[in-house]
């Protein structure tokens, strides 16, 4: 039995309940399970491929029991040689697996930014969701992946995507503390008022994780403080509770200046429209 994909790392935070959609080990494959041409293209067989085609034209597009393509398989293996030949053969790109994964998503779900450049080059949809909600882009921030996030967006990604915890790709990367693809997707001007489904915006949900420096790159954005979630808890009400003390220093701080502000602006009404 082979294994396609990538595990949890060391140094990750684990997310709970959503933390194994995104560490699993990608595609289990048994041999005796799969087609001619699913093993070739597991293989990296081009050659192959070309023949079972030859054969049998039906094969293009033909599912195992778990739903899966060659061109799944090619994807999850990494072997853009074979997707660039089923894609020219007119396969299915968007066609879903078992998990209502397409190609796309499995290629990132595994780290294959090769075949996924190739997919959305030849119009792949980056924004159908799998049976738990996540897009293509949930799964590049997820690998940490700015230069997947980057090509995805520049296909058409939605940024401000749902998954079913309702997490934006900006709200899932501050749950995994994944600041240089959260700093990334800030520059590209992603929502930081966006709520999950308890209502906590982007500067709580940091708080709760204890990334001060998460926490102060939101802070840098101006973002608002004293929002509350669905419970009635401030970022500040995290804090204390969780005796992050270092992070209670940085919203005290920037509290006060923001406090200092509009004294400033109250003291001077007309300064801001001179200006």
């Known amino acids: 039995m082979k294994l396609f994909g990538f595990g949890s790392r060391r140094g990750q935070t684990v997310l709970g309940s959503i933390d194994h959609v995104y560490t699993g080990s ?36 033909a599912l195992d029991k778990q739903h899966r393509t060659a061109l799944h398989l090619a994807c999850a293996s990494g072997h853009a040689k074979v997707v660039t030949l089923l894609i020219n053969r007119k396969c299915q790109i968007d066609i879903c697996d078992k998990e209502n994964r397409t190609p796309l998503i499995q290629a990132i779900h595994c780290q294959e930014e090769a075949c996924a450049v190739i997919l959305l080059e030849h119009g792949a949809n980056p924004n159908l969701k799998d049976i738990y909600g996540n897009t293509a882009l949930h799964y590049a921030v997820y690998s940490e992946s700015t230069s997947l996030a980057e090509k995805l967006l520049s296909h058409g990604a939605n940024i401000e995507a749902l998954d079913k915890h309702g997490l934006t790709p900006l709200l899932l990367g501050i749950h995994g503390q994944k600041q240089q693809v959260v700093k990334f997707l800030i520059k590209k001007k992603a929502n930081l008022n966006a709520r999950d489904r308890c209502g906590r915006n982007a500067l709580i949900l940091a708080v709760r994780c204890g990334s001060a420096s998460i926490v102060s790159l939101l802070l840098e954005q101006n973002i608002d403080v004293s929002s509350k979630d669905l419970s009635g808890q401030t970022a ?39 200006e």
């Open 26 to 61: 990608g595609y289990r494959i048994r041999d005796s399970e799969l087609r001619k041409i699913h093993r070739a293209a597991v293989k990296g067989d081009a050659a192959e491929v070309e023949r079972c085609l030859a054969r049998r034209s039906g094969d293009l597009d």
């Open 236 to 274: 500040r009400d995290y804090a204390v509770s969780s005796h992050h003390n270092v992070i209670c220093q940085l919203l005290s701080d920037c509290k006060e200046k923001q406090m200092l502000k509009i004294s400033s602006e109250n003291s001077n009404p007309g300064k801001e429209s001179e």
